[in-house]
């Protein structure tokens, strides 16, 4: 039983899922894409008044401090002037060695954590969205008429590449489907997009004659913004994942099917790849494959542990993916 | 027992200082920019050395953050079927260039043939291949190739391509050939061509010219085996030779590992004897007769040298040793006397398992051969007649007869088909002089070389790699050739041009198929046939002899009277990776190290230490060290060229040894790897009258002054004399399986398990897979088929003969060439020496970035993007196999000064034969085997897709596939099925042992210990002695 009665299971597990997904998120970032997306931008703005609110304190905090060691070091003069004691010509803060030393160390600390996180970010293209050749709206495709997402990335469960279908694949339905009648379609800008427009273009493509039925001229290829880009010196497979680890797309590519235009989920760094082979199981047990390690399987029979994430059967290694 | 000692020259042998000093500063390299004094002197280098700091900071900081170029995703229009982007295809092939014959398997990704393998179907050849063969697909892309078909507009239009050749369209082309040849005798000129359905066509075409003729022409002649075995068994053809059945091989200066008639399927024969099964030890044994060191002649296990002018000599002793009932002149040496005297014993022993073999171009010396293998019962037994083989067919005397009519004026049309005499005839003067009295010559060839640049027209023909064919090695064994490729430039197959000629408008791919279609019956059994790549009869038959029908008094009579050497003699021979200097405009290729010299990118005049020491009294032993060697001016027959000095322990001393393929024309013209690099060393062969000699009986050598760097790999990796290689005789094998070994009881003082218990460090455990790869020194002959095929598997550079000379060479698998005992007649030892990936890798420990450290499946890995490029890892290495670039190869970076292009590798052309699996290194990080991860991680792969474990064989390294002889074994050593872990532990425990074994680093390869089957080594002898007193 749980204290809340009200709740399945279901509910309680997109709870936890829900809870997964704000945690592993960094805190303060632009939060969109997720499928809660007006609560868990008001979380963010929550926590970046937050942090505001510290950092004003923080500020007349340290403005005070300064303000009263300027006085004490005022009093301490004067108290030395009354005493009669000798003393040196204080010195402005502004000429102040320490004070400058205190100032070129915070800068350069706050600098170079700024110069060395542009740096890693540098090549990075989270959220990347550029515009495409055709408004094609995978919203529409995935989403609202449910295909498949193989029946077009059909090599995501053979090759390295899922590849990007060739003409001939949209041709299969859209001989049929001449003109768009589903909901209005708008751009990021919010300009409202001509559907029927978008599948004309399709066909000047490839040389299509709709009214005709048949090709009329020679095809060309539809050149398409590549979004997801990894760098030369790192082997992906999609087939490894998609047909051996059973991974969803939406995994690394988000929630697809409610994209109009797609853009960019992950990050695509290495952090990001090494910290999920560090919590996914792997197949263990219903793919033989994993037979030979002898002595997981002892250790789940023996109850050490529950699963095998993908780092214990060396997923993690530089020369799994660096080759 | 006493370390035999083993060198890789002479100057380790002898410990020079120089020597020292170079072992010394192994890994000491100036920094490879030049040294500005004014920099260094300036008043403030300080200020300038930041300057420079800030300015290259901040111009990086703009050229890194300037926008993410924007990538295209352009999809196919209409996706081919068969092709999946990522996934590689597979076609089969053959190579059957000069009529050697192996049967391929080509890997094609996105379209691109990339890596070629040997077909596994053919009983030929069983899937071996040689550096050439793994070569090919590199001159697929070769820049040098012709473009278009055109008109040669003479030799004064300058020095460029396009200036000499005007382009043609192909319509254009035939109408003006057929206006110039119709009714005109033709005469073909080809290399050996083993296509029979070429061969057909050739007859149709010829049939339509009255009066022509096709002449065969090969650079590196056979006539005198042809004309023999005519005159002996009334076939004018060459027998298939099986060396797996011969228990003694007797090999009369046939260098059939390396460059005689077909070496890939020779080496996979013999080496079928070479193994040695420990419960039955037993070998063949071969003795060698030659006047240079081949590389058949170094993995021989008696071997003797003599004079080039003694050849006949040497076959005729060996035949009156057997009682052939002849005399044969005295042959002085004693050594090689007795030589003889063993051979023949030890044939009369195994009559009927033995096979003697000739490297000779005479005909009187190859009867006598015939006659000794007809004696010792070779025929049917190691010769079968019934099966003949098609790898060479010119007879010399037709193409001198077609130089003299070509002078002469008779010759309407000469059509040029993969031959090029302007540059290998050793008359190529008269030649080219003949080629202007010819009425129309047209040139196929595929680039424009020597030959073609006399020629009026240009057709090129298609790479095989990008065209149709069929090939018959033996007579009814066929193998398959077909595109993998369209064809790049505007080229036309030459049997597309022959039937457009004669008058036929059969496309070629229709005719063969017609042609195939009708013997095999219907289209389903030609596209197995394709699919296969190869039929050939039902192995089992049995071989065939012939009855010997040879005038032996006769030959006997010419080879006694033949002209006696003089002082020095010249001899000429094929480098194993440049041939006959077709192919050779491969950078691959180029910078292969020679077996026996290791060197690259040149040619030379070998000789021995004794001749060698009358050139360099200043020098002495430290000759070697040096790249800069003496040039020498060597003539003979009227003939000189001039060549860098190089010494070869083991060559006769009285012999001057220089390879032929070197010295082509224009870089612009052959391609800028193998252009103007050597000598042409043709010009020595001469015309005996019957065929052609590749030997001269007087050769004088004088210095010349001069100095020449040669880029020579032989004394870069040293080992500093530790001991590295094990080795024993086949009858101390049988006597004491134990003893080759013996030393790893030492090993035991550490405790019961060497591995846990000699160490500090924790055991590192392997959940799943251990790799590991064993590596049969007796099986390893040091063709270097397998150093190819990983430059092609893995991207490896190819830095240039400069680079070369200061040890920057790329190669992650080496093989090193090691003598010992007798300086004059060493033995030789092949290690193939590759990452040994380690279990305890001293390499990992010093990284100061861990870019290079341990998997769980026991590969040493390595990051190349984590990598900083502080060489310590090389330092720490004990075996010398990382290798550091130096300068951007393969066009990683995106700055091009870093560019260092060698043979056009950095062209977008040639860089279509990268393995897009396989990163392009950047300049500035190490690199070294990884076992060919890319493959393991497929393997895998496809097992987990198919949710089964991985079967032993599934994954395979590059050189283990390309092995002819089998001598690298590789798989799972925690899978107690696989051919490794049975090797390790079950079948070859005795012979077993890994490199620096007591440094314990554990290394994850394996080596068998050599064999020799040879009596008691004499050097041994000593050394044996105090073993026994030892027990």
Known sequence: MTAFPGLKDEDIDNILAYVAQEQSKPAGGAAQGAAAGAEAGAGAQDSGGNSLLFGIITLILAIVAVILMQINSNLNKLAAEKEGHEHAEPVPFYKNKAYIAICIILLFVVGGYFTIQGAIG?????????????????????????INCLYCHSSAEKSKHAMIPSENVCMNCHKAITEYTGPDLFTAEGKKVNGTAEIQKLFDHVGWDPNAQRYTKPGQPIEWVKIHSLPD??????????????????????????????????????????????????????????????????????????????????????????? | MEQKKYWKGLEELHNTAAHKEAVKNEFREDLPFEESESLLNATTPRRDFLKYLGFTTAAATIAASCDIPVKKAIPYVNKPQDITPGVPNYYASAYAVDGEYVPLV????????IKIEGNEMSAVTGGATTARVQATVLGLYDVARLRYPGINKGADKGDKLEDRVQELTFAELDKQVAAAIA????????????????????????????GSRHVTYDAVSYSGMLLANEASYGKRALPSYHFENAKVVVSLGADFLGTWLNP????????ANRKINAKNPEMSKHFHFESMMSLTGANADERYTHRPSETGAVALALLAALGGGVTAPVIADARLKEGIAKAAKAIQANNG??????????????????????????????????????????IDSDMAQLVNDMNAGSVGALLVYGANPAYDYFDAKKFADGIKKVGTSISFNDRYDETTQLCKYIVPDHHFLESWGDAEGRTGYY?????????????????????????????????????????????EAWDKTLQDGVIEPQAGAALTGAAFAGDVAGAAAKISSAKKGGKMELVLYEKVAIGNGKEANNPWLQETPDPITRATWDNYACVSNTVAKTFRTELGDDYEIHAEKQVLKITAKGVTVELPLLIVPGIHPDVIAIAVGYGRGKKAFIGKAAGEVGANAYPFVSFNGQTFDYFVTEATAEKTGRQYPVGLTQTHNSYEGRPIIKETTLEEFIKNPKEVNHDREHLAHYGEDFRKDATLYPNHPYPGIKWGMSIDLNTCFGCAACVVACSAENNVGVVGKEQVVLAHEMHWLRIDRYFSGDENNPEVVFQPMLCQHCDNAPCE???????????????????????????????????????????????????????????????????MVLNPDVVVRSRGTMEKCSFCVQRLQDAKLAAKKAGRPMKDGEARTACQQACAADAIVFGNINDKDSRIYKVRNEEQQDRLFYVLEETHTLPSINYLAKIRNKDAAPVAAGAHGEEKAHH
């Open chain 2, 264 to 271: 890939a399927e020779y080496s996979r024969q013999y080496g």
């Open chain 2, 106 to 113: 080509v890997k094609t990704r996105e379209g691109r043939p």
């Open chain 2, 353 to 394: 398992k033995t096979l003697v073999v000739s490297g000779s171009n005479d005909v009187n010396v190859q009867i006598i051969v015939n006659a000794i293998n007809n004696l010792a019962g070779a025929n049917g037994t190691t010769i079968d007649w019934a099966v003949t083989s098609n790898y060479r067919q010119g």
């Open chain 1, 122 to 146: 540098l090549g990075r293209q989270q959220d990347y969205m550029p515009e495409q050749p055709i408004f094609y709206s995978h919203k529409v495709h995935a989403g609202i008429n449910q």
């Open chain 2, 845 to 911: 420990n010093v990284c100061p970035v861990a870019a290079t450290n341990h998997s769980s499946e026991g590969i040493n890995q390595m990051a190349y993007n984590r990598c900083i490029g502080t060489r310590y890892c090389a330092n720490n290495c004990p075996y010398k196999v990382r290798r550091f670039n130096w300068r951007d190869w393969n066009g990683a970076d995106s700055f091009e000064g870093n560019l260092h292009d060698t043979g056009d590798m950095n062209d977008a052309l040639t860089r």
């Open chain 1, 233 to 323: 010196h790192v082997y992906f497979n999609h087939s490894q994942h998609v047909a051996a680890g059973k991974v969803q797309c939406q995994t690394c590519h988000g929630e697809i099917q409610n994209m109009d235009e797609v853009h960019q989920f992950a990050d695509l760094s290495m952090g990001w790849c090494i910290n999920c082979h560090r919590t996914t199981n792997v197949q263990f047990a219903e793919n033989n494959y994993y037979s030979i390690f002898e002595k997981l399987h002892n250790d789940i029979k023996d109850g050490k542990i529950k699963d095998v994430t993908v780092e214990m059967v060396g997923g993690t290694e530089c020369q799994k993916c660096h080759y």
């Open chain 2, 183 to 210: 009714g005109k005798p033709v005469v073909l000129l080809s290399s050996t061509i083993i296509s029979p359905t070429t061969k057909k066509l050739i007859g149709e075409f010829l049939a339509k010219y009255p």
């Open chain 2, 479 to 523: 193998a398959f050739i077909q595109p993998t490729i369209a064809p790049l430039f505007k080229t036309r197959a030459f049997q597309s041009s022959l039937l457009s000629w004669s008058g036929n408008t059969t496309a070629w791919e229709d005719y063969l198929k017609n042609e195939w279609i009708a013997k095999l019956g219907s289209q």
